[in-house]
């Protein structure tokens, strides 16, 4: 397959995550807060030889969030591990997806997401 066919794949399906997040999810500092949680618990459930350079084993909580933040991510992360089965790839659709998050943020809240989102994940998205 050719890399920009799944590059292509890759930018449009994060960008449908983002949007249907964005439905549920009214707060675009919550978006950030609840992909980088749902990219960290996928890279949680990787083995480590398949989470690549820089990854750190978490020894951190991951944020609490509303319970309605939650659920919505819940429909989200459940339709996701139906029709994405590679487990390294929803980690990277997630990421992806936070970045989108962080990206639709005002330029001086998106340096504070950023780091926010990197103490959560471990690295940048």
């Known amino acids: ?3 920009a066919v799944v590059e292509e794949g890759l930018r449009s399906t994060a960008q449908v995550m983002f949007d249907l997040l964005r439905k549920r999810v009214y707060s675009r500092r919550a978006r950030v807060v609840l992909f980088a ?3 960290r618990v996928a890279l949680d459930a990787l083995p480590p ?3 690549g350079p820089g ?4 020894t951190w909580e991951l944020p ?4 309605s933040n939650q659920a919505a991510l819940g429909f989200l992360v459940n339709k996701v591990d139906l ?3 590679i487990a390294s790839a929803r980690a990277v659709l997630f990421s992806r997806a ?4 962080i990206d639709d943020l005002s330029p ?4 504070s997401a950023l780091a926010e989102a990197t103490q959560i994940i471990g690295t940048p998205p």
């Open 108 to 111: 001086d809240e998106q340096i």
């Open 83 to 85: 029709l994405v089965t």
């Open 49 to 51: 030889e398949q989470c």
């Open 37 to 39: 949680r749902a990219t």
């Open 98 to 101: 936070t970045q989108l998050a």
């Open 64 to 67: 609490e969030v509303a319970t």
């Open 1 to 3: 397959m050719n890399e």
């Open 55 to 58: 990854f750190v084993p978490r």
